[in-house]
């Protein structure tokens, strides 16, 4: 079975650039995650998805990210225009989803895409 | 607002040897689950060890195991005969039980495995 899927895995942009970086989850999992990390950092959410619906977007920084989740699967997040400190790794993850029992779910994570802005 | 603690941000062992990392969590919540991620330099986080806090009985994966202190708020991880492919950054995380999917994550450590 197929991990989850990102792309682009590096890319180097100027800044003011728009980037968009993309995430296939495991087939089956209807929560998807958008990790921020940082370098030597944990990694904080941006955003979570249960199907289509975005239920936690608290921490996205909404003036430049925007996300998407057509149709439950496949999710895009972008950046414009992107700044030097945007430089960082964007993860993607998924897990079952939000039920009673969720809290044992695992996330499974994606190889992130490393953004570095110039 | 939860939260979890690495207080050690770099560790280093002899192969072979045992270390043991540190994490502390702070929640008002008796319901939850915990966990050790491990991050290699490939940066593909890898779950190495989950526990649920409502079982006493400490999580166990054949090298890797937790010490869980549910009343101190800690849960440590083990490795017993560190092996070389162990050296990676390891994250400790926290996550709500219930109905809610968020986990939360410790700022890690990183573990070097000397020859």
């Known amino acids: 079975e197929a991990g989850v899927v990102q792309s682009p895995r590096y890319k180097i942009i100027e800044k003011k650039q728009p980037v968009a970086f993309w995430c296939n989850p495991i087939?089956?999992?209807?929560?998807l995650y958008w990790y921020l990390q940082n370098l030597g950092q944990g990694p904080e959410l941006l955003i979570r998805?249960?199907?289509?619906?975005?239920?936690?977007d608290s921490q996205l920084p909404k003036d430049r990210f925007s996300a998407e989740r057509l149709k439950g699967v496949d999710s895009t997040l972008k950046i414009q225009p992107a700044e030097l400190g945007d430089s960082a790794v964007y993860l993607c993850a998924s897990s079952l989803g939000q039920g009673q029992s969720s809290g044992a779910n695992v996330l499974t994570f994606g190889a992130g895409s490393r953004l570095t802005v110039l | 607002a939860q939260t979890v603690t690495q207080s050690q941000p770099e560790m280093s062992v002899q192969e072979a040897e045992t270390v043991t990392l540190s994490c502390t969590y702070d929640?008002?919540?008796?319901?939850?689950?915990l966990f050790w991620y491990k991050q290699p330099p490939s940066r593909q986080m890898i779950l190495v060890i989950r526990?649920?806090?409502?079982?006493?009985q400490n999580a166990t994966e054949n090298r890797f195991s937790v010490n869980f202190q549910k009343a101190a708020k800690s849960f440590s991880l083990k490795i017993s005969d560190s092996q070389l492919g162990d050296a990676a950054m390891y994250f400790c995380a926290f996550k709500y039980g219930g109905a809610t999917n968020k986990l939360i994550f410790g700022t890690g450590t990183l573990l070097a495995v000397q020859p």
């Open positions: 929640t008002s919540e008796s319901d939850y689950y």
């Open positions: 526990q649920e806090a409502y079982k006493q």
């Open positions: 087939s089956g999992h209807n929560t």
């Open positions: 998805y249960e199907n289509e619906e975005a239920v936690d």
